[in-house]
């Protein structure tokens, strides 16, 4: 079978290395792995108000993580938290009361930071809210990337230096999401 993940990146700058992050982890999927960034830029910003009408980009991403066997969260650290774009979206698809898109879909967290301790600060706040939205996340191995020269390479690919680490990264998140099947 096939294994739709929706890929949350929490940064939109354009040349974010999150992003580039997570489709350079796309080419280290097996070839039954279809993971496809979603999108956040157009998402208002959530208000209860509207839960019982919500905006079309709203549906759009809570029947997007619906559809997918996984997620992959690749996320910035934002002031020792997640992004905010990144917040408005988990509440967005958390919503209306007990139609919480998020729940029971396996999950993975990883990021890039250019600073030293590479968003593990970010990761555990966000691991926190997985918890409560009922999304089991991969525990081990951590992932906390530095953005060096020469992380990716001239072709966008994972560069040698983390190429293996990742790549047993991805191969766990695989096993991860299959067990959750
Ligand atoms: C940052 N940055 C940052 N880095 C970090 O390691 N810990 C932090 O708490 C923060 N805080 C922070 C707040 C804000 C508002 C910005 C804009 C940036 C730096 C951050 O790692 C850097 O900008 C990355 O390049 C952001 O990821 P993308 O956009 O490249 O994916």
């Known amino acids: 079978s096939q294994f739709h993940i929706a890929v949350i990146v ?16 796309a080419r280290l999927a097996p070839a039954d ?13 959530y208000n209860q108000d509207d839960d019982g009408q919500q905006a079309a980009p709203v ?9 997918a066997q996984g997620l992959l969260f690749v996320t910035p650290e934002y002031n020792r938290s997640i992004p905010g774009v990144l917040k408005n979206a988990i509440d967005h698809a958390s919503r209306p009361y007990g139609q919480n898109a998020w729940a029971g879909k ?6 890039v930071s250019v600073g030293a301790i590479g968003t593990a600060l970010a990761q555990q706040h966000l691991r926190n809210i997985l ?12 992932a906390f990337i530095q953005a060096k020269e020469g992380l990716f390479d001239a072709d966008g690919q994972v560069g040698q230096a983390s190429r293996a680490f990742l790549q047993g990264w991805m191969d766990r998140y695989v ?7």
């Open 10 to 25: 929490g940064s939109l700058r354009k040349d974010s290395f999150n992003r580039q992050l997570a489709t350079a982890l």
């Open 33 to 45: 792995f279809h993971l496809t960034q979603l999108r956040l830029d157009d998402l208002p910003l």
């Open 59 to 67: 549906l759009r991403l809570k029947s997007e993580i619906q559809a």
């Open 106 to 111: 396996p999950a993975g967290v990883l990021g």
């Open 131 to 142: 918890a409560y939205l009922d999304a089991p996340t991969l525990g081990a191995p951590e």
């Open 175 to 181: 096993a991860w999401v299959k067990k959750h099947a």
